[in-house]
């Protein structure tokens, strides 16, 4: 009995994981470099067999953030944001679309913690140690426990803990998207001037995106969703070129988000019935019940259709 | 030597090597936490492997295509205006996490594919049969 019990207690001591968090650990550092960090920096993004370089400037100076992200293909797009403003500049459409969003939720900023309910969807591991732009870097996989969800692989520079590299894959481990930083550089000093669009403001239209009433009842469901995603905001939104508001439901699980736009269809519109893509988010558009749904989300395109045709009236699915 | 004294002595065995391992592993352990990778050596550049597009990856039960071709990027979901797509895309990255998010606002700025035809067809071929 006395040797049985020996064997248990070695056993349990072996059973030990010797470094389980190591992946989130890499996480946590970077997500506090990335929160207290000014920099500056260019980089590629490569999807779909295209390659595009961009640049960067982000600056925090006492709690406040900007940033400005530029498209260096000569298009002249751009990105500002300003605290809370968003300003997205697309001459190529002449178009300027002002969005107000939540604060303290920068381009790349603190990450979740993948603790909790949300843990099962993800597997968090340190896979090793790479050179990488600005020497060793520790490699950290975020990898998706199912085919619902995208799985991403990052390199951590180790001595500045600020990602160098980023790629999203698929579950099968195929690389869908990859951001690599070409350069970067550390500056303190970013003046206001650098945060500046480029672009001809005069010639563009500007349509601004009001703030959604977030919290009401959603008068939308989805009936069915991917195991571990959950309705996090719900409400209206009063989106540019639409005359009636739409209700936007976003659902997540903690990691990838996806965006449900429910409307009525502008008199004598066709219908629109398809799939589209921007970089790694893609769409899906459909008709349930006589009203145009539009999802987009950073998942594959089939969880989009999983979800946009389970949608349903909320009263109806109360009333089941 | 009776069979019963041979089992406890090869059981014996295997309990002061695991002992051995669990004093080791104890030991090895405030290292690693220091510095997860400082024993890992650092490697050459990573193999590069080629970027794909965007696939759906098999989904146990009733989700649908297990095959999908998706259409070229920059392109809103069939005839939906691409300035009401990018409207779209700019409300949905304000609730991108942060992790993501960066990936979603450079696909917003990222020209569209000048190479996309812009009535490629949206395929998709089932392989289950449904």
Redo the contacts between chains.
């Keep these: 009995m006395t040797l049985c019990r020996a064997l248990a207690a070695c056993a349990m001591l072996i059973a030990v994981p010797a470094a389980a968090d190591d992946g989130q650990e890499w996480l946590n550092r970077m997500a506090g470099a990335l929160a207290g960090t000014s920099y500056v920096g260019e980089f590629v993004c490569e999807s779909a067999g295209r390659a595009e370089r961009l640049s960067i400037t982000h600056r925090v100076r006492d709690g406040a953030i900007a940033e400005r992200l530029v498209s260096l293909s000569g298009n002249g797009r751009e990105l500002v944001r300003e605290d809370d403003e968003v300003v997205v500049y697309l001459p190529d459409q002449k178009l300027a679309i002002i969005e107000r969003r939540p604060a303290q939720s920068d381009l790349m900023g603190a990450l979740p913690q993948f603790g909790g309910e949300f843990a099962p969807w993800y597997e968090v591991s340190l896979v090793g140690r790479e050179s990488a732009l600005l020497g060793p870097a520790a490699v950290v996989a975020v990898r998706p426990r199912d085919g619902y969800r995208f799985g991403y692989r990052l390199w951590i520079d180790e001595k500045t803990r600020m990602p160098v590299r980023s790629e999203l894959s698929d579950s099968a481990g195929r690389v869908i998207e990859r951001l690599r930083f070409t350069r970067l550089e550390f500056d303190d000093d970013i003046t206001d001037a650098a945060f500046e669009p480029a672009v001809d403001r005069s010639s563009l239209r500007w349509v601004r995106q009001a703030p959604q009433a977030v919290g009401e009842a959603p008068t939308w469901r989805a009936a069915r969703i991917p195991p571990g995603f959950r309705l996090s905001v719900s409400g209206l939104q009063a989106m540019a070129g639409t005359s009636a508001p739409v209700s936007h439901l976003v659902y997540s699980d903690g990691l990838a988000s996806v965006s449900v736009f429910i409307q009525l269809p502008k008199p004598g519109m066709t219908p629109v019935v398809g799939t589209g893509r921007s970089g790694v988010a893609s769409a899906f558009s459909t008709v349930v019940q006589g009203h145009q749904v539009t999802v987009v989300g950073e998942v594959p395109p089939d969880t989009l259709k999983y979800i946009a045709t389970g949608l349903r009236p909320a009263t109806q699915e109360q009333n089941r | 030597m009776s069979r019963s004294g041979a089992v ?1 002595r090869a ?2 065995g ?2 002061v090597a ?2 051995v ?2 004093v080791a ?2 030991l ?2 405030p290292f ?2 220091q510095d ?2 400082a024993q ?7 193999e590069y ?12 039960g ?4 297990r095959l ?1 071709t ?42 569209p ?1 000048p190479g996309a035809a812009q009535d490629a067809p ?1 395929t998709e071929n089932r392989q289950d049969g449904q």
């Design positions: 406890l059981l014996g295997v309990a695991a002992g391992a669990a592993l104890l090895a352990e690693s936490r997860p990778v890992v050596p650092v490697l050459a550049q990573v492997t080629p970027v794909e597009a965007v696939s759906s990856a098999p989904a146990a009733e989700a649908p295509a999908y998706t259409p070229p990027a920059g392109d809103g979901p069939g005839n939906l205006p691409a300035a009401e797509f990018a409207n779209y895309l700019v409300a949905h990255s304000s609730y991108a996490s942060p992790l993501v998010r960066r990936s979603v606002v450079a696909g917003l700025i990222v020209a594919d949206v």
